[in-house]
Each structure stands twice: as structure tokens, then as C-alpha cells.
């Protein structure tokens, strides 16, 4: 992997960090030699990621526990995330989880759309001046999003798993060409892992099964690109982009409208409390 970002130690915080592609792009990222922090949900599961780190690239990482359910514990993070560093050259928004049931969390929202957008676009925000790049774990499940702005809860009636998190995944893609647009400073890039075997959905049975049966990619397989987009030349990269398998990829026409990408953001602020 060609690597036009310098031999200067960046620091890279990846969101989403105690197992699957988010474990497996700080494990990569450490080895090349930057400083990792990683955050997650779970104390035990992040405190073992952040051994695996450190036996695979001989620095203990920082760890941030933060539940994304919890637009507070997202604050949080974001105030304690700038106390320790003036400057974080990645964001790898790349948290995410998929709800089997319908959930409502203590904000209000629809857990799948707070967990793998209100939450992200929340850290993001508060974060924005000290952000030198950001990468955002998105998906091709978006094909079957059905986003509405103005009901951001919409999934809560009739509710369906794949579409519910295939709307949070249109909001990803939608999310991170906006961001582009607004911070014209802070490279912005969404990408596709494939579809990968990890502890997603793991309270699934029938998921479960598959992911030890079928032929899904690896978790470092599912974090090449994230890789890629956080250590290419930026001048070599489309700003805005979604990408996939290092490359750049034709996003479904309902993620690449940016009248609403622009109604997206303005909804998200309002949802959680920030100026529009």
C-alpha cells in the first residue's frame, strides 16, 4: 500500500476499536507505526483489544470506553478526547451495530440510527478543529436505506432490521459528502469493508451461523480500505468519496443527493442540540 503521508507519527483515533475491522485497522495503524487510541463500548473487551495492540505493535494505545446509545457518554469522549490531544490527524468513525428488535434509546432515537449516525456525526462535530482527516465505516447494505430526515425514528414502526440499518448506512455516505462539503479543510471519505466475519450480529442465531459458515472476508481483509483512505495522499483521493476495495465506488443514487445530505445534517444537529 502506497503510503504519500510522511514517516511523522500521526495520531488516529478509531472509534468501534475492540473487535472486527476496528480492532484490525489499530493493530495495522500501530505496526506502521502511529499512535493509536481506541474507543469502545465494552471496559474488558476494549482493555483486550488494547493488549492485542500492544503485543502486536509494542506500544499500549489509549483507550476511551464510550457507548454510542448515549448521546452523554458521546460528550463525554468528545471533551475528554480534547483534553488529551491538541491534534488528531484520523477520525475512523467506524462504530456500528445492528438491532434485531426495535429499541429506543435514552435520547429518544432509534438505536440504530444513533449508534451509527447521530452518535458519530455528534463526535465528529464536536471534534471538526482538531481533525486533520476523517474515515467512516459505511456500508452496501445503504441499497436498502429509505432515509427520511424529518423522521429520523421512522424504523421504530414496522420495523425491519436490514432496512433500519440500511438507512443508518445511506445516512453515513450522505453524512460524510456533506462534511466535505462544510469542512473543505478536513478530507472527509465513506467506504464499503465487504461484508465481513465479526461479532456482528452476533445476538442473531441464524447470523451467528453464517458467520462461521460462509465465505465472508477476514476483519484486516475488511479494514484494507479503511487503511488506504487514512494513509493515501489526499490529492490522490476524492474528498466526499465513497470507496470500495481501495478504490473509488458508484454509491446508490439515494446517498449521493446532496439536497438531502444538506437536510440530513440539519435534522442531525437539531437531534443532538448543535446549531444547524
Known amino acids: 500500500m502506497e503510503d504519500l503521508t510522511g514517516r511523522r507519527q500521526r495520531l488516529v483515533v478509531v472509534t468501534g476499536a475492540s473487535s472486527g475491522i476496528g480492532l484490525a485497522a489499530a493493530v495495522a495503524l500501530a505496526r506502521r507505526g502511529d499512535r493509536v487510541a481506541l474507543v469502545g463500548r465494552d471496559p474488558a473487551r476494549l482493555r483486550a483489544a488494547g493488549e492485542q495492540v500492544r503485543e502486536a505493535a509494542g506500544e499500549q494505545p489509549e483507550l476511551f470506553r464510550a457507548d454510542f446509545a448515549v448521546l452523554d457518554d458521546v460528550r463525554g469522549l468528545a471533551e475528554r478526547l480534547r483534553a488529551a490531544y491538541d491534534r488528531i490527524d484520523v477520525l475512523a468513525n467506524n462504530a456500528g451495530a445492528i438491532v434485531l428488535r426495535p429499541v429506543r434509546t435514552v435520547d429518544g432515537f432509534e438505536l440504530t440510527m444513533q449508534a451509527n ?7 465528529s462535530n464536536l471534534l471538526a478543529d482538531r481533525v486533520g482527516r476523517m474515515v467512516v465505516t459505511a456500508s452496501g447494505a445503504h441499497r436498502s436505506g429509505v432515509l427520511d430526515p424529518d423522521d429520523l425514528n421512522a424504523a421504530l414502526r414496522r420495523y425491519r432490521p436490514m432496512r433500519a440499518y440500511g ?7 450522505l453524512f460524510t459528502a456533506e462534511a466535505a ?6 478530507p472527509a471519505y465513506s467506504f464499503h469493508p465487504g461484508v ?5 450480529g452476533s445476538d442473531s442465531p441464524l447470523v451467528a451461523l453464517g458467520m462461521r459458515v460462509l465465505p465472508f472476508r477476514t476483519p484486516e481483509r475488511g479494514a484494507e480500505t479503511l487503511l488506504w483512505l487514512a494513509c493515501q495522499d489526499p490529492a490522490r483521493l476524492t474528498n466526499g468519496g465513497y470507496h470500495y476495495n481501495r478504490r473509488r465506488h458508484r454509491a446508490f443514487r439515494k446517498a449521493t443527493d446532496p439536497d438531502l445530505a444538506a437536510r440530513l445534517w440539519t435534522a442531525s444537529a437539531r437531534a443532538v442540540g448543535l446549531p444547524g
Do not use: E, G, Y
Not at 117 to 123: I, S
Not at 196 to 200: D, E, H
Open 117 to 123: 449516525h447521530l452518535a458519530p456525526f455528534l463526535l
Open 167 to 173: 438507512t443508518s448506512k445511506q445516512a453515513n455516505i
Open 181 to 186: 462539503r462544510r469542512w473543505p479543510d478536513v
Open 196 to 200: 465481513v466475519r465479526t461479532r456482528f
